[in-house]
């Protein structure tokens, strides 16, 4: 079983719409991040949570939003979705108690925002 | 600010051959730096990571990287591909507390020939 899920996997929306992405892991690991991937720019940071009670912006944070549920979940919403949000956007988890520095990737969610 | 570049979009490379990927990165302080790779389809998997010490790290997959502190670089190399390592390979380097917050390059897309 996959320590990072993401969902949906593949989601299609109209502009102006609410869409929500989730994400889950099993790894016990208490900081999660959020980026966004388009061709070109790599992976850029929109949210990070080093735990429930802690969030911060990323580079690219505007047009986004994101909840902390539980040390396990980690939601991001587009409250009014543009094309210029398509994209494929990556979870990712890692353990601030660790020596490896590592982040764990989820499979990803491919948005298209019409 | 931290920031990563990829000069090269896109490397051909026939298999059994060697390849080297090249990473410039600019950080103010000693950086954690980390190489990911895609595979299509898929989330991102650590194939390596320097933080301090030997500046030559070694890998999964039989891949290699060096660290050069004078050319602010980090370039990967494996000296014989398989048909398996086509994908796209990012490199990034960490900030913050324990190089948690990643700045990634653009990627380098690497296709195998036959």
């Known amino acids: 079983d996959a320590d990072v899920t993401q969902t949906p996997r593949n989601r299609i929306t109209k502009t102006g719409k609410r869409i929500m992405l989730e994400c889950s892991q099993t790894k016990g690991h208490d900081r999660m991040y959020w980026y966004r991937q388009d061709p070109g720019l790599g992976l850029r940071l929109i949210y990070y949570?080093?735990?429930?009670?802690?969030?911060n912006k990323g580079e690219i944070s505007d047009g986004y939003s994101v909840s902390r549920q539980a040390q396990a979940k980690f939601s991001l919403s587009l409250e009014s979705a543009i094309p210029n949000q398509t994209a494929l956007y990556f979870c990712a988890t890692s353990d601030s108690a660790g020596v490896t520095y590592e982040q764990f990737f989820g499979p990803g969610t491919r948005l298209t925002v019409l | 600010a931290q920031s990563v570049t990829q000069p090269d979009i896109h490397i051909t490379v026939s298999e059994g051959a060697s390849l080297e990927l090249r990473c410039n990165y600019s950080?103010?302080?000693?950086?954690?730096l980390f190489w990911y790779v895609q595979s299509p389809g898929q989330g991102l998997q650590l194939l390596l990571k320097?933080?301090?010490?030997?500046?030559l790290v070694q890998g999964i997959k039989g891949f290699e990287a060096e660290f050069k502190r004078s050319q602010s670089s980090f370039n990967l190399r494996k000296p014989s591909v398989h048909w398996s390592d086509a994908a796209e390979y990012f490199c990034a380097v960490g900030a913050g507390a324990a190089g948690n917050k990643l700045t990634f390059g653009g990627g380098t897309r690497v296709l195998v020939k036959p």
């Open positions: 320097y933080f301090s010490g030997d500046t």
């Open positions: 950080y103010g302080a000693t950086p954690y």
């Open positions: 949570s080093f735990d429930v009670k802690d969030i």
